[in-house]
């Protein structure tokens, strides 16, 4: 979608935010959840991976050239199934920086939430 803004655009707005927004060269990603919150952490993570995939590839961009990742756990006893589905996704090549916390969701059934920072193309 377009914005206002000529170097500024905001991907996938919703009510209250966006799935993401492009500016200076940086792709920020809005905290993503899953689709399914009843499903495993494992597979949790897997949606949202997926999910990012596709605002990167909206944007123009791919996980090679994300630089950072915050990953939120409703309880850290779900980092190893977290990590299953993250080892399967993440470049290998191009490993972003990347922090796991615990924290307290939103919805009570999300057992995972990740948000990070990719660059975009040049020109």
Known sequence: M???EPDI????PE???SGAVAHAGLLHLAGQVPDDPT???EAQTADILRQIDAL???AGTTRSRVL???VFLADMADYDAMNRAWDHWVDRDHLPARITVQAR????RWRVEITGI???PSG
Do not use: F, G, K, T
Not at 9 to 12: A, P, V
């Open 105 to 108: 969701l939103a919805n009570p």
């Open 2 to 4: 377009a914005s206002a």
């Open 68 to 70: 950072s990742v915050q």
């Open 39 to 41: 499903a495993d952490a």
């Open 15 to 17: 009510e209250r935010l």
């Open 118 to 120: 990719a660059a975009l």
């Open 56 to 58: 990167l590839a909206e």
């Open 9 to 12: 655009r905001r991907l996938q």
